[in-house]
């Protein structure tokens, strides 16, 4: 078994992000820019915020956090909204989801720029992964395919099985993986027979957040096993959805959760930014 290792990939990825950043801003002067929007007190939430803005400032992307109240109005947080949505000194907008129960969220996602989506949840950017086009790829999923590519795990023609449909996580996975030419299944919380569908799996990809979800029986010997789930433990320790102790006697390659695909999730929000404050420079001149 090895390890998946997206602590030392999302080191890589920071020290090339951190040049480019120099590159962009010696070619024409632009300092890329990130706004975060966090409403609320969720602790997790505030945790990766805070993760996020220092991955930022390690590279030298300029981030802002707009900190709200959890009563904050739909109408308030929409007007920042546009207003990001027309800063220049801006090129990635960030809504840092769950959002408080009176927010609709959608409607705050759909009214992101396209172009500064770098969490690509709009609807356009839904569109063009769908369709194969160019544009941007929500973090975690495409975190996911950078991993298994730095370890030349090819998913042409393997049976996928990705376990959790959700926006964020399953369903971009999942059309990455068939962009990539995998034959891909999705699992959800109505799917009949889980283990009938993972003991057939090349590679498992699993973000659901229930704990020991894949157990070692699950799955076949020398599969690949992507642990997307973060969640903590009645002692307050971090896990992730696979039983790691004994499926990992089983697998061929499996990621650590944490120290897996959380870390990549990081390393492509700071590489989605990037590549918003290129084509914004490209579009300036
Ligand atoms: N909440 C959990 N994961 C994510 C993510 O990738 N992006 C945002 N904006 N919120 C999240």
Redesign the pocket.
Known sequence: MQLLDGRALCKKIEVQVTADVKMLKKKCGCTPGLAVILVGQDPASAAYVNMKKKACDRVGIYSITHDMPENISQKAIEKIIKNMNKDSTIDGI????PLPKQIDERKLLDLVSPKKDV?GFHPFNIGCLTAGLDGFV???PLGVMKLLSEYNIDVKGKNCVVVGASN?VGKPMASLLLNANATVEICHIFTDDLKKHTLNADIVLVGVGIINLITEDMIKPDTVIIDIGVSRTKEGKLVGDVDFLNVSKKCSYITPSPGGVGPM?IAMLLSNTLKAAKINAQEKK
Do not use: E
């Not at 960030?94 to 989801?97: R, T, W």
């Open positions: 960030l809504i840092q989801l969490d929500p973090c975690t964020i999730t």
